[in-house]
């Protein structure tokens, strides 16, 4: 069965650290790329995707994330964090082109101070 | 910007009731999810629903589970008999299309108390 795995629960910054956030995949198939991001008391809202193409993509708020094949990845990237970036981050996957099913990752909840 | 409105924000039900869970979609959207995410662990996929059908369910969504389009603007999942398993956030999305390369729009989730 497909899964996600993100191996950070629980990172804590500084404001204009860098951030990295871990998301894996299992499938070996086509696969769709999201990060959505809840800040507290809000709904999920999606960061970025990657379907195809450069596999390097860029999202709201400053977010990048670089999808890598070979390592079925898909880690975000922000250079330098700011306080208001406290949330918590999901990785989701769909498999292929034909099925809706979002497959989470557990999320990692990013704190960070000013 | 539109949303998806999810009503109500906690519910609280005794074991063994019935209850319903109410999703208002963003209104151009076609396509409608139901995901639930129990306290500590992952968000897991219940359904999905196009055109008055379930067109994907998971295991999670047994003959205790059922969904409704009862109108033009509302989408409802209906639990006959609540267990105490059934404790958990409740997260309704919607979508322009179908597919696995679309974009869902979350609400912000009912969070299901069961005693």
């Known amino acids: 069965a497909q899964s996600v795995s993100q191996h950070n629960h629980h990172v804590i910054l500084s404001e204009a650290a860098s951030l990295e956030l871990g998301c894996n995949y299992s499938y070996g198939g086509t696969v769709n790329l999201f990060w959505y991001v809840q800040y507290p008391g809000q709904h999920l809202q999606l960061l970025l995707k990657y379907f195809s193409g450069d596999p390097l993509v860029k999202g709201i708020k400053g977010f990048e994330a670089e999808f890598i094949k070979s390592k079925f990845s898909f880690n975000l990237r922000k250079p330098s964090v700011q306080w208001s970036d406290t949330a918590e981050y999901f990785c989701a996957v769909t498999a292929g082109y034909n099925t809706d099913k979002l497959i989470f990752g557990t999320g990692t909840r990013l704190q960070v101070f000013p | 910007e539109p949303e998806v409105t999810q009503t109500p924000s906690h519910q609280v039900t005794q074991m063994g009731q019935e209850v319903i869970l109410r999703c208002v979609p963003i209104?151009?959207?076609?396509?409608f999810y139901w995901y639930r995410q129990i306290l500590g662990q992952k968000v897991e996929f219940l359904v999905s629903?196009?055109?008055?059908?379930?067109?994907?369910k998971s295991e999670i969504f047994d003959d205790q589970f059922s969904v409704e389009r009862p109108d033009g603007s509302n989408f409802t999942l209906k639990i006959r008999s609540t267990k105490l398993e059934d404790s958990a956030m409740y997260f309704c999305?919607?979508?322009?299309?179908?597919?696995?390369?679309?974009?869902?729009?979350f609400g912000a989730g009912t969070r299901l108390s069961v005693l």
């Open positions: 209104s151009n959207h076609l396509y």
């Open positions: 629903f196009y055109n008055n059908e379930i067109s994907e």
């Open positions: 999305a919607s979508s322009v299309r179908g597919g696995g390369q679309n974009i869902q729009y």
